[in-house]
């Protein structure tokens, strides 16, 4: 029998696409069938997930896959989708975005100090969390009406299968799961007011998440049974799968809307010093922590491109190589970032708040986010290397920035460590790769990283320079 196919579902926060994959001894391949934007919709209410599209786009992807022996979803972390008691969705879903959660970190602080929160899960603040969004629908007629809480790769299973799940990796992306029993932090919920039987019982990567419905294997012309398997559903904790380290002492960052930047542990840092430092504790396969910081990544260009119109990113990146290293950053860690609009402009501010010259042109711009993302990144490595007291020799980079390799050269020089650029798709292989495992396929996460490091593409980056026009920028940063 020849390799089997596994179809991966991987959602972005700008496009879904569906891959197809195939796993043997010496194999591993992947081939996108379809991809389809993933379009935010700005409504009279806030900003909402167009999620019917989405699964309009699954569905394309899944029929243009052809015959395959599983199916798995991935996407972006927190967000949710509600359900009566009828199973019927209610509402669009909120994007992660909006900006309902202003000002409510306060008020849950209020009832669980911020750090007893982070002792209890080890989830860094961000406005975003789960737990944030559940206490700004606090009194909202949806969730008094909702049954059922699924994440959104769970309820794109749910549509595919007509099973309810959540998966460990991206429940733990909520606040409300303890990193060292990997189950529900009851206290946390209780003391909140958080009802956690919204929540559908937990699965495991790897476990097997139902099968597609009759109506889904008629649309998409597949003949069943069709298995779909739980993978590591935050997309997050399928890229550090597919991070082809060989060693232990490595960090990757995980590059493309966000950049999340860390290590791989086995144990959480729940110290008061790292909630200090925004580091957080999500789980990942096999019984692993991530522990990483979130970093605005190449959200902040992609926002800059929509304001200019949509310049071709390789266009972009030509212009760049003309405008001056390192004269102007900004924070790229810094969550004023975080909504949408008027990136250009924010930017500019944020380096006139700062004292530095002004970036004016696209060139300069580009290059302010460039440098920026490369301090960001630099910062998180040495930040992660002292909290967690673990060495890093080595910086394996996965993602869609590893297109960019004046981002993986920048990231090299400010680290004064290699970089590894690995694969670009990197959800779609941890994802398939998880895939194979369940069916027999594939080994641990070593004999994993060994095979995608076999055979996947990798770029080296040396370390250049000697670090004088970093320390500066740095400094102009840490001006009041
Ligand atoms: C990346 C990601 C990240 C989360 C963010 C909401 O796609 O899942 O890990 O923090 O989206």
């Known amino acids: 029998a020849g390799p089997q196919a596994y179809a991966a579902v991987d959602l972005g926060a700008a496009s879904g696409r569906v891959m197809v994959g195939r796993v043997g001894p010496d194999l591993l391949e992947l081939s996108e069938v379809h991809r389809f934007p993933n379009r935010p919709v700005r409504l009279p209410e806030g ?3 167009d999620v019917l599209a989405l699964y309009g786009g699954v569905l394309d992807g899944l029929r243009a896959a052809g015959p395959v022996d599983s199916v798995g979803v991935d996407g972006w972390a927190v967000d949710y989708g509600l359900l009566d008691a009828d199973g019927a969705l209610l509402g669009n879903p909120v994007h992660y975005r909006d900006s309902r959660t202003e000002g409510v970190a306060e008020k849950v602080w209020a009832a669980v100090p911020a750090e007893e929160l982070y002792a209890a899960t080890g989830i860094q603040y961000a406005p975003f969390n789960t737990l944030y969004q559940l206490a700004a629908a606090r009194s909202t007629v949806r969730l008094a009406q909702a049954e059922r809480l699924l994440l959104i790769p769970d309820l794109l299973a749910y549509w595919l299968t007509g099973e309810h799940g959540t998966e460990l990796t991206n429940a733990s992306t909520t606040q409300l799961i303890d990193p060292r029993t990997r189950t529900w932090s009851y206290d ?3 003391r909140l007011g958080v009802d956690l039987a919204l929540f559908a ?9 139902g099968l597609l419905r009759a109506e889904v294997l008629q649309e998409t012309g597949l003949t069943g049974p069709v298995p779909v398997t739980a993978v590591g559903s935050h997309d997050t904790a399928s890229a550090v799968a597919a991070v082809p380290a060989t060693g232990a002492r490595f960090a990757y960052i995980c590059t493309g809307t966000w950049s999340l930047a860390g290590l791989e542990l086995t144990a959480p840092v729940l110290t008061e010093e ?13 019984g692993t922590v991530r522990y990483l910081r979130n970093i605005m990544g190449l959200w902040l260009l992609q926002e800059c491109q929509r304001a200019w119109g949509e310049p071709d990113l390789g266009l972009l990146l030509r212009e760049v190589a003309a405008a001056c290293a390192l004269r102007s950053v900004v924070d790229a860690g810094d969550t004023a970032f975080l909504a949408p609009g008027r990136m250009p402009e924010r930017i500019a ?9 002004v970036p004016v042109t696209r060139a300069e711009v580009t290059r302010c986010v460039l440098d920026s993302l490369a301090l960001a990144h630099r910062r998180a490595v040495a930040d992660t290397r002292r909290l967690a007291d673990h060495p890093v020799d080595v910086v394996y980079l996965v993602g869609g920035g590893t297109r960019d390799a004046l981002l993986c050269q920048l990231t090299a020089d400010a680290c ?6 690995g694969a670009t798709e990197a959800a779609a292989l941890g994802h398939v790769l998880v895939q194979a495992r369940a069916r027999g396929r594939a080994g641990d996460l070593p004999a994993m990283r060994a095979l995608l490091a076999r055979t996947q593409p990798l770029t080296r980056y040396a370390p250049r320079g000697d670090g004088a026009r970093r320390r500066a920028a740095e400094a102009r940063l840490a001006r009041p």
């Open 47 to 49: 900003l909402r997930w």
């Open 349 to 357: 501010e944020a380096c006139r708040m700062s004292g530095q010259p």
């Open 201 to 209: 019982p937990l699965r495991r990567p790897g476990d097997p998440a």
């Open 188 to 190: 946390i919920a209780e």
């Open 416 to 421: 004064g460590l290699p970089v590894v650029a």
């Open 274 to 286: 790292s909630r200090a430092a925004n580091f957080t504790n999500e789980l990942g396969l096999d």
